[in-house]
DNA sequence: TAGATTGTTAATCGATTAACAATC
DNA sequence: TAGATTGTTAATCGATTAACAATC
């Protein structure tokens, strides 16, 4: 991952929003500096790690005083690019993809739903928060034509390599693959959310504690 | 995290639902057998790791012969626990509350949903996928009448640490957070899914894109 | 100026990879 | 037995933490 030219550990990238979360709650409640060791206490990090992580896109504090919570707040929303729009579709009108398309946590980001496509004949036509369910056919040409930056994958394991393709082959450009079936793609950017990864692995932690 | 008195790398954790699915994939397919090697090319890490991880459990394989996926995969799928059985409610009845009440995977994993839960007097009493939307005053009855180990977040990010604390209170044992706040709390498992730092993550990968 | 806190280099720690003896 | 591949130790790599000079 880079960023104006510079190497950034992905560790970094991943952490960047966390940052911009309590910066903005700290925003919010008025807080006008702080610094890395006030944040390393709020955030459970230490002071060191944040004046790194920070430093690899630039310094933005001050000597002496410690970081401007809005400026801070800011920069690290453009870097994050948090104010861009993108459009992106759904792929995938079931449980998942009703739910995510109802999600307002997509559109509040920016990222507009313009579609839904699904290859189920009971569900193409079909309302889903003011979007007709379109045939999953017709995405192809869809994309094209809308201008889409962005698939949201939430559709059944067995299809999710073939929709994938048609998504990439059409000018995709980033996949958010809630599908159980890992990505193997290139030059397309996939950010894996893995529900039942994440639920083994609590059902995991949960043993552990019953064997005490 | 330890496992039969071993100290066990949390990063080393997070790789077995992986292992688990490739594995499942690979019995389906009626392969029997599989040495690190292969397996190191379908997942596309090394083969030292995938040996140095499972070592951390045991020795399931065989010199010269590599390991029987059947086996293999019963034996991560034990140490997962994945064939137990945990009673869980969900907290909140809005858009991502109301997804996950309908989302398989759930149950699939033998995650119970028992109980609904919202403070919102219009949501109270509506059914939801053959249950009744209760009353988030009477979550902590519930909770230790009916055997609750798992609580799912989906609450507006004010209420999350009141319910939390109070899911806590009554003996929750893990909670699943889709809630936009980190949790602090102690002595409960938590497994965070930020599906907002995800899509933020996956705009700032875009603007890497972008610039070239 | 004195005190505080950054930016940054150096030291430490942990995770990954390489190597190879053990052994099926 | 010879070949293959594990289990495990040792080497490397990268990420985190500590330390401190720069400086507001």
Redesign the pocket.
């Known amino acids: 991952m880079k960023y104006n030219g510079r190497e950034i ?4 990238v991943r952490r960047l929003p966390r940052y911009y979360r309590y910066l903005g709650d700290l925003l919010n409640q008025g807080v006008e500096r ?4 006030e944040l390393s206490k709020k955030m459970n ?5 944040i ?2 992580d ?2 690899c896109f630039g ?9 401007n919570v809005a400026v801070l707040h800011e920069k690290i929303g453009e870097i994050l690019g948090v104010k861009e729009e993108h459009n992106c579709i759904i792929a995938g009108a079931g449980n998942l993809g009703h739910a995510l398309s109802n999600y307002h946590g997509l559109s509040k980001r920016g990222f507009n739903i313009v579609g839904i496509f699904d290859s189920d004949p009971a569900k193409i036509g079909t309302d889903i928060n003011g979007l007709a369910v379109l045939d999953v056919k017709t995405m192809g040409d869809f994309i094209s034509t809308h201008d889409v930056e962005i698939g949201v994958l939430a559709v059944p394991r067995d299809n999710t390599k073939e929709v994938a393709d048609e998504m990439i082959k059409h000018g995709i450009k980033a996949i958010w693959n809630f599908s159980y079936v890992d990505l193997d793609v290139e030059d397309v950017i996939v950010e894996n959310v893995h529900l039942s990864d994440s639920l083994i692995t609590l059902a995991f932690r949960l043993k552990e504690l019953e064997e005490e």
Chains 1, 2 share one sequence.
């Open positions: 550990a992905m560790v970094v702080i610094s890395s060791g990090v230490t002071a060191s790690q004046r790194q920070l430093n310094g933005f504090g001050q000597q002496g005083f410690g970081y």
